[in-house]
T-cell receptor, first 113, second 113 residues
Framework: GENVEQHPSTLSVQEGDSAVIKCTYSDSASNYFPWYKQELGKRPQLIIDIRSNVGEKKDQRIAVTLNKTAKHFSLHITETQPEDSAVYFCAAPRSGSARQLTFGSGTQLTVLP | GAGVSQSPRYKVAKRGQDVALRCDPISGHVSLFWYQQALGQGPEFLTYFQNEAQLDKSGLPSDRFFAERPEGSVSTLKIQRTQQEDSAVYLC???FGQGYGYTFGSGTRLTVV
């Protein structure tokens, strides 16, 4: 099965700075990599995802990059704002192309005003 | 409804009590997933349905856990003889077809005392 490792576990940045969260995965057959944002006491929400046929995807201030050779992918948030403060989870298919996901352990991002 | 609905929102059970957690997915979503999220951790896969068929239950931690989706819409996760280690948030997610685009519900926070 898939093993997903995420770091850092906590990240504090000043408002306006960039934040980067990294994940590694073990199954080379994995082909889909989503990122979820979870605010305290709320549901995880999909914020961006990438498939293995592309190396980068952007959506306004958020981008995800994928390095299939090294089996890692990263979330980049630019011009951070206090409302970006939350726990972010990466995920990968539980095994190969399965629809079930294995999640990382999460990164608590705090954006300081 | 517009989203995935879960009930109850909170449940306190005495150790040894049976509980039933309900998930009402987005109308028309074929795939339904149950995840368990312990405090400070990422969601962990429990079981997966495609319509009424339970295709994967490999994540269920013991035979005290049982899930069903008899008509391919609403699903129930049942936990028998609850134990303290069952305390967690139980998240339900659904997706259209066999796609990856999960929508999570707000979860049921189960506390076993």
């Amino acid at each position: 099965g898939e093993n997903v490792e995420q770091h850092p576990s906590t990240l504090s940045v000043q408002e306006g700075d960039s934040a980067v969260i990294k994940c590694t995965y073990s199954d080379s057959a994995s082909n889909y990599f989503p990122w979820y944002k979870q605010e305290l006491g709320k549901r995880p929400q999909l914020i961006i995802d990438i498939r293995s046929n592309v190396g980068e995807k952007k959506d306004q201030r958020i981008a995800v990059t994928l390095n299939k050779t090294a089996k890692h992918f990263s979330l980049h948030i630019t011009e951070t704002q206090p409302e970006d403060s939350a726990v972010y989870f990466c995920a990968a298919p539980r095994s190969g192309s399965a629809r079930q996901l294995t999640f990382g352990s999460g990164t608590q991002l705090t954006v300081l005003p | 409804g517009a989203g995935v609905s879960q009930s109850p929102r909170y449940k306190v059970a005495k150790r040894g009590q049976d509980v039933a957690l309900r998930c009402d997915p987005i109308s028309g979503h074929v795939s339904l997933f149950w995840y368990q999220q312990a405090l400070g951790q990422g969601p962990e896969f429990l079981t997966y349905f495609q319509n009424e068929a339970q295709l994967d239950k490999s994540g269920l931690p013991s035979d005290r856990f049982f899930a069903e989706r008899p008509e391919g819409s609403v699903s129930t996760l049942k936990i028998q003889r609850t134990q303290q280690e069952d305390s967690a948030v139980y998240l339900c997610a659904s997706s259209f077809g066999q796609g990856y685009g999960y929508t999570f519900g707000s979860g049921t926070r189960l506390t076993v005392v």
